[in-house]
């Protein structure tokens, strides 16, 4: 899709962060099962993380499926497994030649092994790609996160290989699942919803929030550029103030 780069934001973010909500109410909305709308969610994905090398855009990091998600009905559930692993899969040539590298956040331990392995393969697969680094937060949860980086820590520390007096807030952010990536700048979290539901609570202490009432399916590049110039012209003060 082509993008407007007389729009492009002069200081934009870097690593834009997106709390994808709305695909099941859009579904319902047009009387279809809420998997429709996942489906043209995972579209929509597609369309975003290819405009993100207009917009100086390096990192994106959406969130598919939470530690909370589990609770949905068993065929949503099971139907998103599904989508997850069938776009993997199908997508695979797109983002190497796109040279997007895929990688996924979050506890692998409750998925289907099938899944896994397709997503250790994309992983794999975009390893050596650097034009767009796409993160997939499945099956992950903020707290939960922070909990198994402090069980890693903790393991080092009773083994001898870390003092606990050096440990410091740069110590554990080593441990999280997000170690290979910079904090997010912005969060983006459609729908109308104006909370950040246990994503990235680490990591986006001092990100830029922006709370769109669109809903996921319906989130086009031109809002997208519109949120990006938005966050170009807030003032970034990280507790400090103006000179």
């Known amino acids: 899709m082509s993008t407007d ?7 934009g973010p870097r690593h834009v962060a997106v709390i994808m909500d709305g695909n099941g109410r859009w579904a319902q909305s047009r009387g279809q099962p809420r998997l429709f709308g996942h489906h043209a969610g995972v579209k929509r994905v597609k369309e975003i ?49 796109e040279r997007v590298r895929v990688r996924f956040i979050g506890d692998r331990v409750k998925l289907d092994p099938k899944l896994c392995r397709v997503m250790d ?77 246990n994503f990235l609570l680490w990591q986006s202490a001092y990100a830029e929030y922006d709370f ?7 989130f086009t590049v031109a809002e997208f550029a519109k949120v990006l110039g938005a966050f170009s012209a807030r003032d970034r003060r990280f507790g400090a103030v103006p000179a």
């Open 121 to 197: 393969e994309i992983e794999l697969l975009t390893s050596r790609n650097d034009r767009v680094h796409l993160t997939v937060a499945l099956n992950y949860g903020g707290r939960d996160e922070v909990a198994r980086a402090t069980k890693r820590l903790a393991k080092e520390v009773a083994a001898g290989r870390l003092d606990p007096e050096t440990v410091d807030e740069t110590t554990l952010a080593r441990f999280l699942d997000t170690c290979f990536l910079p904090d997010p700048d912005l969060v983006i979290r459609t729908s109308g919803e104006a909370r950040i539901s």
């Open 5 to 11: 780069k007389t729009e492009t934001p002069t200081q």
């Open 49 to 97: 993380v290819r405009a993100c090398p207009d917009y100086g855009v390096k990192y994106m990091t959406v969130f598919a499926f939470s530690t909370e998600n589990w609770r949905r009905t068993q065929a949503e559930v099971s139907g998103l497994m599904k989508l997850f692993r069938r776009y993997i899969q199908s997508e695979a040539r797109d983002l190497l030649a």
């Open 212 to 218: 769109v009432d669109t809903l996921w399916p319906d």
